[in-house]
């Protein structure tokens, strides 16, 4: 990927961006992060030099190789990976900006059992499984109020800050505005209890997540694509 591919990818994402938060309102700020999972730490460097300034991985060894290779620049790096215990304290070590995948009341139970021990803590987003997916993590929407709360009150050392959630993996784009609606009326209601984030929509469906009152995107293959924007 070149500067020049870098540079356009992120001015046609930011222009599809400028016109789907206007479909929300004219206050709604989006952040973008870019997913960076698939590509190697010289693309994320490209990215970086076009401006790009978040990035997120799904694995806890590729997210501390990169933040190592990189930890000169000022790179806000986020965790959206699925969870492991055996990974807790090499993720608590990363000390990531945001981690997008709380998916469990018991998992949240035992990561603040261990950020007490190293005395730290971790800004977390609990993933809703909106769609309803046997394959995805997250809770289901129905308990995703009363867990949010229950881990809010329980575990002092785990910020929550909002909710991120997966669009419903179909063609059918009724079915993954449904997902979308359902996890921003969640998100609505856990305002009082401090949510500020609502984590939806990647290449694919980022528009209409956002359309749906997204405020935060979590985008890998548009923004790394290396063939000219036409
Ligand atoms: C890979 C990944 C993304 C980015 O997916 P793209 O389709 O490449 O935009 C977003 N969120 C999560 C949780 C992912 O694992």
Not at 56 to 66: A, F, H, P, R, Y
Not at 156 to 172: C, P, R
């Amino acid at each position: 990927m070149t500067l020049r591919n870098a540079v356009e990818n992120l001015d046609l994402i930011n222009k599809n961006i400028e016109f789907s938060r206007l479909q929300n309102n004219a206050h709604h700020i989006v952040k973008v992060v870019g997913i960076s999972k698939y590509h190697t730490t010289n693309e994320v460097m490209t990215l970086y030099k076009a401006g790009q300034r978040a990035f997120g991985e799904n694995k806890v060894q590729d997210l501390k190789q990169k933040m190592d290779e990189l930890n000169e620049f000022p790179i806000e790096w986020h965790f959206v990976g699925n969870l492991q215990k055996n990974k807790i304290n090499a993720l608590i070590d990363c000390d990531p900006f945001l981690v997008h995948s709380l998916d469990g009341y018991e998992f949240a139970s035992e990561l603040d059992k261990r950020l007490k021990i190293k005395n730290k803590t971790m800004n977390c987003l609990l993933q809703i499984n909106s769609a309803n997916e046997d394959t995805k993590s997250g809770i289901d929407a129905e308990n995703a109020i009363k867990i949010y709360k229950k881990i809010t009150n329980d575990f002092s050392n785990i910020n929550l800050k909002g909710v991120m959630s997966i669009g419903a993996h179909t063609d059918d784009t009724k079915t993954i505005k449904e997902s979308f609606e359902k996890t921003k009326q969640i998100f609505d209601k856990l305002q009082v209890f401090g949510a500020k984030i609502c984590s939806m929509g990647m290449s694919s469906d980022y528009n209409l997540a956002i359309a749906c009152g997204s405020n935060m995107i979590r985008v890998g293959n548009i923004l790394f694509k290396d063939e000219e924007v036409i």
